[in-house]
């Protein structure tokens, strides 16, 4: 990977709370057209450092570059502004409200005449999003009516909305079926492909090495280690995670002789 292709460059990241380093000198990077894998236990730190790139957390130390210029990032507009997004693990739409709605909620279009929404292009807009990203779903439709999957495609829509090309994705699976899943999957392979640059956090280990490019392991606050995903088993994944080897974690029991 060459700088031209680093969209996102964290570097030495600190940021302490009192009685707690929950950052501590944390360097992450991700490249264009990259699904980056960020895990770690519970209380690693993964959770903090994203809310230190989407402007929900200030940091105490280290710089953030986007697209090879220093940035400071001090509220989620902010991050919004610089095309960063963010996908929370519980969804933010409101039921009552259309897909196309929910996409540009507070952004909606309008008319020559104030105070006018131009419903006809906030519908076109949203669907073209929609259809860039194959989910057979009417922009007019309520979203009630969606299943949990397409509602976080419709998330993903939103994000494309805001012009990000660098979207963190939190737990996204942790709801959905394996079939969903799988659909999630192939728009995260898709956007790949459009030079779109994802973060995905999951404790899944398996979907990690099913959709990863690279990972990055967070523990008790500190990087650990980068690799790409090739390198590792989840063996080893798990030792950098925890700091022991699965036998340390599991070690075998003796064997009782019952007389």
Not at 83 to 100: A, C
Not at 113 to 140: C, H, M, T
Not at 210 to 223: K, P, S
Not at 225 to 232: A, F, H, Q, R, Y
């Amino acid at each position: 990977m060459t700088d031209n292709d680093t969209i996102l460059r964290m570097e030495s990241i600190s940021k302490a709370f009192p009685g707690v380093q929950a950052l501590d000198n944390v360097t992450f990077e991700v490249a264009a057209g990259e699904i980056h894998a960020l895990v770690g236990e519970n209380g690693a730190g993964k959770s903090t450092l994203m809310k230190v790139l989407t402007g929900a957390l200030g940091k105490d130390e280290g710089q953030i570059t986007l697209r090879g210029a220093t940035v400071q990032i001090e509220s989620p507009s902010d991050s919004q502004n610089l095309g960063i997004s963010m996908i929370h693990q519980e969804l933010s739409l409101i039921p009552n409200l259309t897909v196309g709605q929910n996409i540009y909620l507070g952004r909606e279009p309008r008319t020559r005449l104030p105070g006018f929404i131009d419903w006809k292009s906030l519908y076109s807009a949203a669907q073209e999003i929609l259809d860039r990203l194959n989910l057979e779903v009417d922009a007019r439709t309520e979203v009630r009516g969606l299943s949990i999957a397409q509602q976080q495609m419709v998330e993903v829509a939103k994000a494309l909305s805001l012009d990000a090309d660098l979207i963190a994705m939190d737990e996204s699976t942790s709801a959905l079926t394996g079939r969903e899943t799988e659909v999630l999957f192939e728009v995260m392979r898709s956007l790949r492909g459009q030079g779109v640059g994802l973060i995905f956090i999951s404790h899944r280990l398996m979907e990690v090495f099913q959709i990863a490019d690279r990972i990055t392991v967070l523990r008790d606050g500190q990087h650990i280690g980068t690799e790409s995903i090739d390198l590792l088993d989840e063996d080893q994944m798990v030792q950098m995670m925890v700091g022991r080897e699965l036998g340390e974690l599991y070690p075998k029991e003796p064997l009782t002789v019952m007389r």
